[in-house]
């Protein structure tokens, strides 16, 4: 396997929209990165850079040591010569082929000898669960038996690099959950180094040993699901990346406080305009607090009790300010509850 690394990546597409900006990341060899962003972030127009389907306006991307692509010396490798497989979003099986057929086709491009090809076909069919499916057509099979053949297919050349496109996005919810383990595992297994973009912030918790978090083109952070949930780069990472959605407030720094105007959030804070982040998680509805160190908050009044998953959350707010908070203790709507905040991990964020 191989190490990948992006440089100064840029990509326009005319007149002037600017896909990709100035992007640049080094995956390791083995190691499993997640892109995630929302629609229209540039997700699919990166990883089609490393494929070779699109060629970027400037930068370079290295296999290893080996340039597979760099502008300003006019190297690009083309596609079929880059050894990577590709997982496409609508998995892209040809209807008219057999599952054999399917996953054998990039073997035979590559002509490979036939006996090579059947026994290399059946492997991966094993290694995928899929080996009596490999007389059927696409259409006789579910959404998660083609998108096995579509990973069968990707990985039986043997790449160097797996890339896959919102590869859940055509599966049910229950489906996704199985389809995210068996991905996961698969790449532990064969150690490929892989590149799986995704709008699903669940996908890439499952299954990330690091993220790459994009937006408008632009690289927002890189970093484990856990350094990004602690120490989240801005307002955007920190609302795009944390489920319950994180509290965003607006306030004034004021030294050892931050002033929301009609509640005291008790953080160090540098003065001047501030956005205040907040997890549900980290502000709760008790009669005290549950850990040394978390601090009372005014009492405040539960305007609605919400449900996300199976974890109550309230609706809480002071004169003005509001926020959701995990209700630890039965709460009615309309009452005045105690409030308690996690303050060590309170987020601020200078306002822009
Ligand atoms: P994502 O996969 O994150 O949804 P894309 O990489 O598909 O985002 O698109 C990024 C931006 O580039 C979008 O603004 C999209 O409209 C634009 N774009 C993508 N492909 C093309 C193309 N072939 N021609 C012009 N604009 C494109
Ligand atoms: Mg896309």
Redesign the pocket.
């Known amino acids: 396997m191989v190490a990948v690394t992006v440089e100064k990546l840029e990509k326009v597409?005319p007149p002037n929209?600017y896909?990709l900006k100035d992007v640049n990341v080094s995956i390791k060899d083995g190691e499993f990165l997640v892109v995630l962003?929302p629609?229209?972030?540039?997700?699919?127009?990166f990883i089609r850079c490393i494929a070779g389907l699109e060629t970027p306006t400037r930068g370079r991307i290295l296999f290893g040591d080996v340039p597979i692509v760099d502008v300003e010396k006019g190297v690009n490798v083309p596609p079929a010569k880059r050894n990577v497989g590709m997982v496409f979003q609508n998995w892209a099986l040809y209807p008219h082929m057999k599952v054999f057929d399917n996953i054998a086709f990039p073997l035979k491009i590559k002509k490979v000898p036939k006996e090579e090809i059947k026994k290399r076909v059946k492997e991966v069919a094993e290694a995928l669960g899929i080996s009596e499916l490999l007389d059927r057509y696409p259409r006789q099979l579910s959404g998660g038996q083609q998108q096995r053949v579509a990973i069968a297919r990707a990985l039986v050349k043997e790449p160097q690099v797996l890339l896959m496109d919102e590869p859940f996005s055509n599966l049910d919810a229950r489906l996704r959950i199985s389809a995210r383990e068996f991905v996961k595992s698969l790449q532990r297994k064969l150690k490929v180094t892989t590149i799986l973009?995704t709008h699903d912030q669940h996908d890439a918790y499952a299954l990330a040993d690091r993220l790459m978090i994009i937006n408008n083109g632009v690289v927002q952070q890189i970093g484990t699901a856990d350094e990004i949930l602690n120490n989240p780069a801005n307002v955007f990472v920190a609302q795009f990346f944390g489920d319950p959605p994180i509290n965003i407030l607006e306030g004034e720094g004021r030294g050892d406080y931050v002033d929301l105007g009609d509640l005291k959030i008790p953080v160090k804070a540098p003065p001047g305009r501030l956005q205040v982040g907040i997890r549900p998680t980290d502000v709760y509805i008790a009669e005290r607090p549950m850990a040394p160190g978390d601090v009372e908050l005014q009492p405040a009044r539960v305007v609605l009790v919400e449900y996300l998953g199976f974890t109550p959350v309230a609706v809480i707010k002071w004169e003005k300010s509001e926020m959701r908070a995990i209700a630890y203790d039965k709460v009615k709507e309309g009452s005045i509850v105690k409030v308690f905040l996690r303050k060590d991990n309170v987020k601020l964020f200078k306002d822009s």
């Open positions: 597409f929209v896909a962003g629609s229209g972030s540039g997700k699919t127009t973009v």
